[in-house]
């Protein structure tokens, strides 16, 4: 496709439910961003990725969220025990290597946690 | 500790008038200043960037002035349109990390009347 793409769009889960949310990047871009966007606030910096290896967690908000990205393609994030402090928008971004590089955004999956 | 301030929180401004987002950073790493534009149900779009080496730059009706000494950089929108009303985003960035990630303002609802 064109653009970065985000399964599901949205996604409802029981409290302490696990789910999976799917990014898709550009094809041939080499970074890949996960991003925390909660109801009218800015995206916070969840995990880092240059091709498979995940280089930086350090906004990854507990041990119940978990990235991987293991061909360095398509991603997923995942929360296990959901919370409904998760409920937010998850945003996903990928770029290409290097300065002067725009970050894409995909339209978010939002997760609401009953 | 908010690393990256953004005012006004909601901005109405008339067609045709200058609407002007103002941010304020604390890191002096920083050297990458983009804007992101956000409409509902959208993920953010950038609009335009700017490095700590120039105090301006104009893309279209948008401008970036940047203030160094004052670690302060804002944007203006020239000629302002309806179309124009979205959810704008100040970020920041420093190439060191590698990663380019980016850390967010927390937005300014901007609405055009027509």
């Known amino acids: 496709g064109a653009g970065v793409s985000q399964s599901p769009r949205y996604k409802v889960a029981k409290r302490g439910q696990d789910v999976a949310l799917r990014c898709d990047p550009i094809?041939?871009?080499?970074?890949l961003f996960w991003y925390q966007q909660a109801l009218g606030q800015g995206p916070e910096f969840l995990t880092y990725f240059q091709n498979e290896a995940q280089l930086d967690k350090s906004g990854l908000p507990s041990d119940r969220f978990f990235a991987e990205r293991p061909e360095g393609s398509v991603s997923t994030l995942k929360i296990q025990r959901t919370q409904q402090e998760d409920s937010a928008v998850y945003l996903c971004?990928?770029?290409?290597?290097?300065?002067?590089?725009?970050?894409?955004f995909g339209q978010g999956t939002r997760l609401t946690v009953v | 500790q908010q690393q990256v301030k953004q005012s006004p929180q909601s901005l109405i401004v008339q067609k045709g008038g200058i609407p002007i987002i103002n941010c304020a950073y604390e890191n002096t790493a920083f050297d990458y200043f983009p804007w992101y534009q956000q409409f509902p149900g959208k993920g953010p779009a950038l609009l335009i960037a700017?490095?700590?080496?120039?105090s301006e730059k104009k893309e279209g009706r948008f401008t970036i002035s940047f203030n160094k000494s004052a670690k302060q950089f804002s944007l203006h929108i020239m000629d302002s349109q309806p179309g124009d009303s979205a959810t704008y985003f100040c970020?920041?960035?420093?190439?060191?990390?590698?990663?380019?990630?980016?850390?967010f303002g927390k937005g300014t609802k901007l609405s055009v009347i027509p």
């Open positions: 700017i490095r700590p080496d120039v």
């Open positions: 971004a990928s770029s290409l290597l290097g300065e002067d590089t725009e970050a894409f």
């Open positions: 970020a920041a960035a420093y190439s060191g990390a590698g990663s380019y990630q980016l850390t």
């Open positions: 094809s041939g871009h080499v970074s």
